[in-house]
Structure formats: structure tokens, C-alpha cells
């Protein structure tokens, strides 16, 4: 759940593909369903906002389970960033609470050329025991992280793609680097509510430096208005799926 909660829209970067856009404050909200057979109930809650600044715009995600799911896995999530007006991030921050675990990740980019590196501070606490460390990332040609992803994925142009075009992005989060590979589908039909609306279909998969899959294929539909709203995400785990809808916002 905590992959699809976060990271399940995730973007792409496709050279010339990126629309002339920009982002006033908002605030989307979505609620989080799990899915087993004939049952279908929701199991938590996720905002995504964003607010302008000066040099470009400050992010957040929070991600919640309900009080029936936090017996199974308690999660309390919250990222944040920075990022400029091309939508290239500076600083990205990961906060989680889950299962009693306490995680703080805080990754600083810092980029020569084409070559791209993430400082990475990591601080742990386990059964009342504190740790700390960090790790240094590299990677080459466009490079993000989990949060920034959602912004680049809604600055597609995706009327000028066509099916089965494919990108790959890397994606730094708090201890590795991930390959996302990112597909178009083309144009569906999908139910929101009571009400069936046009999206983009995406596909994306992440995998590590041996191309072995990370995560199985998880989906996204993009709204084809000017604002492309991530509308709703799907993703499989080990018993049902998880899949999260847009409520407004």
C-alpha cells in the first residue's frame, strides 16, 4: 500500500514532450480503496498540494490509513520538497510513520552537466532506539524523487504522444536509486464516482540497476483537461489491490 499511496503516480520526463505549464495553490485530495474480491472498502486518505514561492513552488503529499486498516498497517506519511519553475527539485524530505516505525529521510540534489547526486541523511528509530547514517546517490540525465514525479507527469504533453511511447526516468529516494519506465496507453474511458469521464491511461514500473522489477506494474489515468488531475491509480499487492480515486479539490 505505502508504494501506491506515495509513489503510485509517477512520472516521466520525455524530452520536448513537457507542456508550457504552471501550478497555483492547490490542494487534491483522493481516497485510498482496497480491493479483494467482493471487497471494496476505503482504507485511507492522501492530499497532494502545492503552493507557489518565489523561486519556484514548495510540495507535500500526506498519506493516512483509516482506523479500521491501522490494525493491519498503521501508516502516517508525509513528503515534502522544493522545486523550480522547470519543475527540477532541490530538496526532498520523507517523514513516515508505520507499523510503530519511525523513518526520516532528507535527500539535497545537487547536479554538473548531465550528472546528477543526492546526499541522502537518514534518521531511524527502532523499538526506542535511534540511528542515523547517509548515503550518496548518483545517476545520469534526468533525475528525481517521488514527489517531484507527480508534477512532471502532469506537465506532459500527452495529446502529442503516441501509444506505446516510453521514457525512463531516475528516481532518488532516501536510500537507493530506482529506473522508472514509464508507457502511454492511449485514451480510455474510466468511472469516477457516479460519473465516466476521458484520461490518459499510463503504465509505470520501477526497477533497480540489474533491470529487475522493484514493484509489479502499477496504473494511472490523467485528466485531459488543461490541469491533468492524476484521477486514479491501481496497483496490485500480495492479496488484492489497492486503488486510490481523486475527490476533488
Known amino acids: 500500500m505505502k508504494r501506491i499511496v506515495i509513489s503510485a503516480i509517477?512520472?516521466?520526463?520525455?524530452?520536448?514532450?513537457?507542456?508550457a505549464m504552471t501550478f497555483s495553490t492547490e490542494a487534491l485530495r483522493y481516497k485510498v480503496t482496497y480491493k479483494?474480491?467482493?471487497?471494496d472498502k476505503q482504507a485511507g486518505t492522501a492530499i497532494l498540494s502545492i503552493k507557489p514561492?518565489?523561486?519556484g513552488y514548495a510540495t507535500k503529499l500526506t498519506a493516512r490509513s483509516d482506523p479500521w486498516a491501522d490494525k493491519f498497517y498503521r501508516l502516517r506519511d508525509t513528503l515534502s520538497g522544493s522545486i523550480d519553475k522547470n519543475l527540477t527539485p532541490s530538496i526532498y524530505i520523507k517523514v513516515a510513520h508505520e507499523k510503530g516505525k519511525y523513518d526520516k529521510d532528507i535527500v539535497k540534489f545537487s547536479r554538473n552537466g548531465s550528472s546528477v547526486k543526492g546526499k541522502c541523511y537518514r534518521f531511524r528509530v527502532r523499538?526506542?532506539?535511534?540511528?542515523?547514517?547517509?548515503?550518496?546517490?548518483?545517476?545520469?540525465?534526468?533525475?528525481?524523487?517521488?514527489?517531484t514525479a507527480f508534477y512532471f507527469m502532469r506537465a506532459l504533453n500527452y495529446a502529442n504522444m503516441n501509444v506505446g511511447q516510453s521514457t525512463d526516468v531516475n528516481i532518488f529516494s532516501g536510500k537507493k536509486c530506482?529506473?522508472?519506465?514509464?508507457?502511454?496507453?492511449?485514451?480510455e474511458t474510466i468511472e469516477i464516482g457516479d460519473t465516466r469521464v476521458s484520461a490518459y491511461h499510463i503504465t509505470f514500473t520501477f526497477t533497480m540497476g540489474s533491470k529487475k522489477k522493484s514493484s509489479?506494474?502499477?496504473?494511472?489515468?490523467i485528466s485531459?483537461?488543461?490541469?491533468?488531475?492524476p484521477l486514479k491509480l491501481e496497483g496490485k499487492l500480495?492479496?488484492?489491490?489497492?486503488?486510490?480515486?481523486?475527490?476533488?479539490?
Open 10 to 19: 509517477v512520472a516521466i520526463l520525455v524530452a520536448g514532450s513537457l507542456a
Open 224 to 229: 485531459m483537461d488543461s490541469r491533468h488531475i
Open 178 to 187: 530506482e529506473r522508472l519506465h514509464i508507457n502511454y496507453r492511449g485514451r
Open 238 to 249: 500480495p492479496v488484492g489491490k489497492i486503488r486510490c480515486f481523486y475527490i476533488g479539490g
Open 127 to 147: 523499538k526506542n532506539k535511534a540511528t542515523t547514517d547517509s548515503i550518496t546517490l548518483n545517476a545520469s540525465g534526468t533525475t528525481i524523487d517521488m514527489l
Open 53 to 55: 514561492t518565489a523561486d
Open 36 to 39: 479483494w474480491g467482493l471487497v
Open 216 to 221: 509489479d506494474d502499477m496504473d494511472a489515468w
